[in-house]
């Protein structure tokens, strides 16, 4: 009976602290994330020039094939730019603020840049798998990790949502 | 909270109708990408791969939606079915993988697409329907998470 309140101090602070360390987690998950979408942003930017920085493996000067996979490269980089970059900017956002839609938000970029490196694995699978590894030590296990570390407070926000 | 209603059913059968054909067509790629019926299913009747980087990008979109999407899909459905919230969450996450992989279908293969399969094919179940489905899901999915539906 007397040791309620203070029980109750010690659960609230290790919640606080669980909660810290998983935003920390999601927020570095998506920074890491965000670099990718400033790399899709320049590359749609002056795409010849991102060609020459190794940001592209596609480009539209060469020969059939590469302009087919800058064609593919391109589809992707605009698809980053209409929909996980403003996502991700919400979940910022979102985060920041301890709301619902943040949490929601920074979830479905995490599950998008799981499916990305795991297409990636498989187009280069037996060629140059460089770009796929790269992918998925900057993208999809960050990912991974924050999905689970959103999920673990998941409490948190449904109550607050 | 969110229990399944009348439109979780019909997100249900469409994505059944949306996304099973899909799965299926690239389950025989899968087992020979060479086939004549994989060709025929996947790029159009007759054709064939432009080139390895084609070829090798329907095999890595195939592993990736058998890996991820399909159990999205069937993991997602039967908690939505169950009326568990995590199942709308999922549903949520697969809507934007479809959104997602739609625009990307959209820059890259629009043009060869609509000039094989005509504007009708491509507005409905060869890209189409895939988008609405997705924006469908996370549009109810959105809604019943925040019991905000009828």
Same mark, same amino acid.
């Given at each position: 009976m007397f040791g309620t309140p203070a029980n109750e101090m010690i659960k609230n602070r290790n919640q606080n602290q669980k909660i810290k360390v998983s935003l920390g987690i999601a927020f570095t998950a998506l920074s890491l994330i965000s670099l990718g979408w400033i790399m899709q942003a320049y590359s749609i930017f002056d795409w010849e020039s991102a060609f020459e920085l190794g940001?592209?493996? $596609?480009?539209?000067? $060469?020969?059939e094939l590469e302009s087919l996979i800058a064609r593919k490269e391109k589809g992707e980089a605009m698809a980053d730019l209409i929909l996980p970059l403003p996502l991700t900017i919400l979940a910022f956002v979102g985060l920041v603020g301890r709301k619902f839609y943040g949490w929601l938000a920074a979830m479905m970029v995490f599950s998008i840049c799981i499916y990305f490196p795991l297409f990636y694995l498989f187009q280069q699978l037996g060629s140059d798998i460089q770009v796929a590894l790269f992918a998925i030590v900057m993208w999809a296990i960050p990912s991974m990790i924050g999905i689970v570390a959103l999920w673990s407070i998941r409490n948190h926000y449904f109550q607050y949502g | 909270m969110g229990e399944p209603n009348l439109f979780a059913w019909i997100l249900l059968v469409f994505g059944m109708i949306t996304l099973l054909p899909l799965i299926a067509a690239q389950t025989v790629l899968l087992r020979d990408p060479e086939s004549r019926r994989a060709k025929d299913l996947i790029i159009g009747k007759g054709r064939e791969w432009t080139n390895s980087t084609h070829r090798k990008s329907a095999i890595a979109f195939a592993w990736s939606d058998i890996l991820l999407v399909l159990p999205l899909f069937i993991i997602g459905s039967t908690a939505v079915l169950s009326g568990a919230s995590w199942g709308y969450l999922l549903w949520i996450a697969l809507g934007f993988i479809c959104v997602y992989f739609s625009i990307t279908f959209w820059v890259m293969e629009r043009a060869n697409s609509v000039k094989y399969h005509g504007w009708f094919a491509y507005l409905t179940y060869y890209w189409g329907f895939f988008l609405y489905w997705g924006v469908g899901v996370i549009i109810y999915s959105f809604l019943q998470l925040s019991n905000m539906i009828f």
């Open positions: 940001l592209q493996q $596609g480009t539209f000067e $060469g020969s | -």
